[in-house]
């Protein structure tokens, strides 16, 4: 991640000048955006993920901030550091009921540079919280099926940040993750935020909860279910995927209020 970061920041964020000292021209991101850009902002309005499509493989990255002057960068989770044409960012850090200003910005593979012009969008207010507390972010992790590599650990999967992602290595429907509460919590929802790849794969589409290795719930749709029981010990399983390093990025267990 680091890697992609340093990349668009020293080839777009600097002068961008030529061997014989000349700044090159800055094309606009529209050339090559085929769809997008989109904003999905969580509902706690304190995260959102940008999407967008280019006609070519590029390394993107996206300046964002409260003012025109930005301030602060995001690049995508894809694996490599590579470029690709499927691009997701997730944006992590914000405030609620704030509108942010941002800007595409990247280099594609035909090794020219490309500069949207700069948007804006809102988050949405607090009071569009789920209710309860994510009992998740206190949680540990006590079993997992695979690891895709340290940087893809399990525990990425409740740190309450999107940004960062459990990948298996290789799962696919076979992927759960077993986590441990740590006291008997009474439960009204949860919630599994897929990752995925930009070719489609390690997509999870439909997901089940085991708790204290009893009492099965679902399959659920990606995404938040309203669910009640009584448990301490919770086992996510991916139920059908579209194959690969299946894994989240979030894992959510909230706590009646």
């Not at 021209?25 to 995260?47: W, Y």
């Not at 935020?193 to 719930?217: P, Q």
């Not at 448990?231 to 267990?253: C, D, K, P, W, Y």
């Amino acid at each position: 991640m680091a890697r992609l970061v340093l990349l668009v920041a020293v080839v777009v964020g600097s002068a961008c000048q030529d061997a014989g000292g000349e700044a090159e021209e800055v094309l606009d991101f529209t050339l090559i955006a085929e769809a997008g850009p989109t904003i999905e902002a969580s509902p706690a309005g304190t995260s959102a993920v940008l999407r967008v499509v280019t006609t070519i493989d590029a390394v993107c990255a996206v300046a964002f901030g409260e003012t025109e002057a930005l301030g602060r960068l995001a690049t995508d989770q894809e694996m490599g550091a590579g470029g690709h044409s499927e691009h997701e960012v997730p944006m992590t850090g914000l405030s609620p009921d704030t509108v942010y200003y941002y800007r595409l910005q990247g280099v594609g593979v035909d090794g020219r540079l490309y500069r949207s012009e700069i948007f804006t969008f809102r988050t949405p207010p607090p009071s569009e919280v789920l209710p309860g507390r994510n009992l998740a972010v206190d949680a540990d992790v006590v079993d997992v099926s695979s690891e895709f590599s340290e940087a893809f650990s399990a525990a990425n999967a409740i740190d309450g940040d999107p940004a960062t992602e459990w990948s298996t290595s290789g799962e696919g429907d076979d992927a759960y993750l077993v986590i441990d509460l740590g006291r008997q919590a009474d439960v009204v929802a949860v919630g599994f935020h897929t990752r995925s790849m930009s070719d489609g794969s390690a997509t999870t589409e439909t997901f089940t909860i085991t708790v204290d290795e009893a009492d099965a719930y679902g399959p659920f749709p990606v995404g938040r279910a309203d669910v009640s029981f009584i448990g301490r010990l919770i086992r996510f399983e991916v139920e059908t995927s579209t194959g690969g390093n299946t894994g989240a990025t979030e894992l959510e267990v909230f706590e009646g209020p």
